[in-house]
């Protein structure tokens, strides 16, 4: 049939079985708009701000593994997209951006609006197209799709100009592509992996170390059944926690530089590592002259570029995680070899000395809100089950060391970009991915505000969105710096002039709540989580003094953590 | 790479943002329209190497990539090359081109421009064998290269 090019954008959106669309109108996506309003199949929700819009994309993609679609006029729009669009591609998230662009004929002549999105954003996608006649349309489309949730996904960004969203042209939905310039592995080599399997067989120190790519590619089952099978010590990075249970007792905590005491020796002293979907991160590694001194190391990654980029490994696997650990577990089942017991016995009772340690406790008899003790009381009153979104800093950390994941997809935060104002926005994202769920944002006073505008948003669409704003008053992980590395001198880090939150919830419609003593803070959850139809900001009044422990100071390897 | 527009960006920001040096780069279409051909020359460790590999690897645009040094090549540069010519200069510069097997494919009374084709080495000689002063302008149009044999870059 002959449609408009708009009206093929929102057909192929709903041929590719899209639900939701976050976004922002504007000039350039006005025909866009107009074939919205005349179709029911693709849900359009109205955000306060394209940064917004991108966001909630990615929280939507994050918690549920298919990609997240976000539409931004041209100019201004585009580039308010920008820090979503990085968001996503720091942390391999699976979004395409549609982007409006002027007519044609305008575009490199300075017009009303116009930015060259395809240029500015280059650097920061996966892939990006600009479709300059409407025939290319749809199958640009396909493509954008296709290399966003392939391979190792990422954002994508279509740029569309004025002129072609009004040409007409046939439509037919491109059922499937094929690329002759993109072809992503998926078949791990099966020598390589009989190669580790033998390697993991003989470890007497063995440690796994996971991350975010087990996460965005389905391999927490396979990784779990290979785990208990093989009885090792497991710790996740930020990225990839709940892709193994955290409250299972072969779960050593997460690692890295305020990863537990435990994880971080176990790291420190292994003799074989093997690395799943994780990218030997700096806030990983440490210094990496110091990193892993003993150990032998296997790498699984879908990414060649991956892998030996930061560290040197000795047996590299390219390949989908769930393919490659589904043929571990084959091989370790087939295979006569048991794992070294004895060895590992004693590598067991080494892990239960570092875990007496006890590196997360704090004062629990302090007359102030403890930050740790408000992230405890959020897990025990949504029995660990709930969707957690989550901000940028000492808040964040907190939420990552307390709230045990056991699922994949449930911890939603950004650890490649680190982007302030994030949590809100992807929490709106997760919540239309899972009407039913809790969702909760854990945030800061200063994340908080980044993104506050999306408060509007929540109310129109009814999410009953947890926000829990840890208000310690300070920017708490810049004065936790300062504190330890710059002798407290503590610039720019104080936030002043805070607005009651309390009343700024509420003149956007929600139920505001004050906490300022421990014992309300139960309370306070039980009643916030009973509102089932209403989001509650809950300020709790925070302990400004608390730092997150342990740290890996910059320079410093992974046993030389700065410890309460 | 695909014959698209902004390939060649990909390219050049790819080394950029990661603070790869690109000391030369030529680029243009193959006997296939749709496809493009690109000879990039770059320096750098082995590991560096390794990275840069795997990195043009993931650009979509790219479809496939040689790594020319790898194995016995050719490597051919062209050099236009404007000279001062006059009196008993121009005997001199005649002979010169000559013994390089370059080519005097402009002449005023008081100019030669020079076609010279060869390996960086060899034009840089020519450079060298000439003053300075005999120089008024050059023009490199980068390095291209093709594997030595049977084996080659296609799609």
């Known amino acids: ?564 | 790479m695909e014959n698209e527009s902004g390939a060649l960006s990909r390219v050049a920001g790819l080394f950029s943002a990661r603070g790869y040096n690109i000391e030369s780069l030529t680029v243009a279409p193959t006997e296939d329209a749709s496809i493009s051909r690109m000879t990039l020359v770059t320096r750098g460790s082995d590991e560096i190497i390794e990275q840069i590999t795997k990195q043009l690897n993931k650009l979509v645009d790219v479809i496939k990539l040689l790594e020319l040094t790898e194995g016995p090549h050719i490597e051919r540069e062209m050099m236009l090359i404007k000279l001062r010519a006059v009196n008993h200069e121009r005997e001199e510069i005649m002979r010169l081109t000559d013994i390089f097997r370059g080519r005097i494919i402009d002449v005023t009374d008081e100019t030669f421009t020079v076609e010279l084709t060869g390996s960086s080495e060899k034009l840089d000689a020519f450079i060298e064998v000439l003053h300075q002063a005999a120089i008024i302008e050059t023009v490199r149009s980068g390095v291209t290269g093709i594997a030595r044999g049977e084996k080659s870059l296609r799609v």
């Open chain 1, 1 to 564: 049939m002959e449609l408009t090019g708009a009206e093929i954008v929102v057909r192929f959106l709903k041929d590719e079985g899209v639900t939701h669309v976050f976004g922002y109108p504007g000039g350039a996506v006005l025909h866009i708009y107009d074939a919205l309003y005349q179709q029911k199949d693709v849900e359009h929700v109205l955000v306060r701000h394209e940064q917004g819009a991108t966001h909630a994309a990615d929280g939507y993609a994050r918690s549920t593994g298919r990609p997240g679609v976000a539409l931004v006029t041209s100019g201004p729009g585009a580039t308010n997209a920008v820090t979503g669009i990085a968001t996503a591609y720091m942390d391999s998230v699976p979004m395409v951006v549609l982007t409006g662009q002027v007519p044609t004929q305008l575009i490199g002549n300075d017009a009303f609006q116009e930015v060259d999105a395809v240029g500015i954003t280059r650097p920061c996608v996966k892939h990006n197209f600009l479709v300059k006649d409407v025939k290319d349309l749809a199958l640009t489309l396909k493509k954008a799709f296709y290399i966003a949730t392939t391979g190792r996904p990422g954002p994508v960004v279509v740029d569309i100009p004025k002129d072609v969203t009004a040409a007409k042209t046939d439509y037919v939905f491109p059922e499937s592509v094929s690329m002759r310039s993109y072809n992503p592995v998926v078949k791990g080599h099966i020598g390589q992996i009989k190669r580790a399997v033998q390697l993991m067989l003989s470890a007497e120190r063995p440690m796994l170390y996971t991350g975010g790519g087990v996460i965005m590619g389905g391999g927490s089952a396979a990784l779990t059944e290979l785990t208990r099978l093989l009885g090792f010590p497991i710790t996740n990075t930020l990225m990839g926690l709940g892709a193994y249970p955290a409250t299972d007792k072969q779960f050593v905590g997460m690692l890295g530089m305020h990863g537990t005491y435990e994880a971080n020796m176990a790291m420190h002293h292994c003799d074989v590592l093997i690395a799943i979907g994780a990218r030997f991160d700096d806030r990983v590694t440490g210094n990496i002259e110091k990193f892993c001194p003993h150990a032998k190391i296997i790498h699984v990654d879908i990414d060649p570029s991956s892998i030996s980029k930061n560290v040197k490994v000795d047996v590299p696997i390219v390949g989908a995680v769930d393919h490659v650990l589904g043929e571990m577990v084959r091989l370790v089942k087939e295979s006569k070899r048991e794992p070294r017991r004895e060895a590992l016995e004693n590598w067991w009772k080494q892990i239960g000395e570092w875990r007496a340690h006890d590196c997360l406790r704090y004062d629990k008899d302090s007359e102030l809100i403890k930050p740790q003790y408000v992230l405890e009381e959020l897990y025990k009153a949504t029995g660990g089950d709930a969707y957690v979104t989550s901000d940028v800093g000492q808040h964040q950390m907190w939420a990552a060391q307390f709230y045990k994941f056991d699922k994949p997809n449930r911890w939603i935060n950004s650890g490649g970009l680190g982007t302030m104002g994030f949590g809100l926005p992807a929490a709106m994202g997760a919540q239309f991915a899972h009407p039913d769920a809790t969702v909760a944002c854990v945030t800061g006073e200063g994340s908080i505000q980044m993104c506050i505008q999306e408060l509007s948003t929540c109310l129109q669409y009814r999410l009953p969105i947890k926000i829990v704003t840890l208000n310690n008053r300070y920017l708490g992980m810049v004065r936790q710096w300062q504190e330890f590395f710059y002798q407290g001198r503590y610039a720019m880090s104080y936030m002043d002039a805070l607005p009651d939150f309390v009343k700024l919830a509420e003149a956007y419609g929600h139920v505001g709540l004050r906490i300022e003593k421990p014992a309300d803070v139960a309370p306070a959850f039980k009643e916030a989580l009973a509102m089932k139809e209403r989001l509650v900001f809950m300020d709790f009044i925070t302990d400004q003094t608390e730092n997150v422990y342990p740290m890996i100071p910059a320079g410093a390897g992974l046993n030389e953590m700065i410890l309460l």
